[in-house]
């Protein structure tokens, strides 16, 4: 892909690693990834979009490289000439943009070692996830993306900020600060997110199997089966929701 020899060219220091839905799958269910959050493992059995699931992980494998820390993107996002060795400093503790929202870009993030955000951030999804009321709409821009991103900084923040901000430097939890960089009018100056056109996002999807999560939001609310009542349900397996709906009710697949 085009976008991913930009990323090489800019930033030829830098070492780029894909992960596929197995690597995701296995740093999940890592013993120690279930240690840091022990509410993980018995929460994924309501993740029913893969878009939740790459939410979750994101913070997760920024937050578990307790040694180096690392640069987070999506793989559809291209980089600007703004972008290269030199952006990032080095006593940047996390380092991220303004998306068009005003808010923590969630699809481009670099963080140093055991920074609190990205804790706050996982910790957040987890716990809207578990509050959803339909377990088959995960509904991922409010539970495990921006929503919980910016959930996540007004933690980090204790609570003195809404989320929405300017480009800055903020100090919160453990001393440990973000840089914030950009502006909401002009949210593609930094990495414009528009490789993929959601038409095409669509047709891969449905190639495999699945749905984009656009197209979840119109789900029968009739007989819904929240993510609580799934997690009673499944109690003492590792049984993911699957339900479709039987025209009065959701019904196991």
């Known amino acids: ?16 690693y ?46 578990k490289k307790y040694l180096y820390g690392g640069i987070y993107s999506d793989i559809d996002n291209t ?7 030199h952006t990032i400093q080095k006593d940047d503790d996390f380092f991220s943009i303004l998306e ?11 963080s140093s070692p055991r920074h609190p955000l990205m804790k706050e951030s996982l910790n ?8 959803t009321h339909n377990v088959m709409n995960n509904n991922p821009a409010d539970t495990t993306g921006p929503g919980a991103i910016k959930r996540g900084f007004i933690h980090f923040m204790n609570n003195t900020s809404n989320g929405y901000i300017p ?14 960089v950009g502006n909401k009018d002009n949210s593609r100056e930094y990495v414009n997110r528009g490789g993929l056109s959601l038409r095409f996002k669509r047709e891969y999807y ?20 929240s993510c609580m009542q799934h997690l009673r349900m499944s ?17 196991e697949s």
């Open 124 to 131: 957040a999804g987890l716990q809207k996830l578990r509050s």
């Open 18 to 63: 894909w992960h596929d839905d197995e690597a995701v799958d296995r740093l999940n269910s890592h013993p120690l990834s279930q240690a840091l959050f022990p509410l993980l493992n018995e929460t994924l059995k309501c993740v029913t979009g893969g878009a939740t699931k790459s939410d979750l992980w994101r913070y997760l494998v920024l937050e």
């Open 1 to 16: 892909m085009n976008n991913i020899n930009t990323w090489r060219s800019q930033l030829p220091h830098h070492s780029i």
């Open 79 to 85: 980089p600007t000439h703004k972008i290269n060795e």
């Open 206 to 225: 449905g190639s495999i199997g699945t749905k984009h999560f656009f197209d979840s939001y119109d789900l029968p609310r009739t007989g819904r089966i």
């Open 167 to 180: 480009a800055g430097i903020y100090s919160g939890l453990d001393g440990r600060n973000i840089t914030v």
């Open 235 to 251: 109690n003492g397996t590792n049984r993911i929701a699957n339900y479709t709906h039987d025209g009065a009710k959701y019904v």
């Open 100 to 110: 068009a929202l005003g808010i923590i870009a969630q699809y481009f993030l670099a």
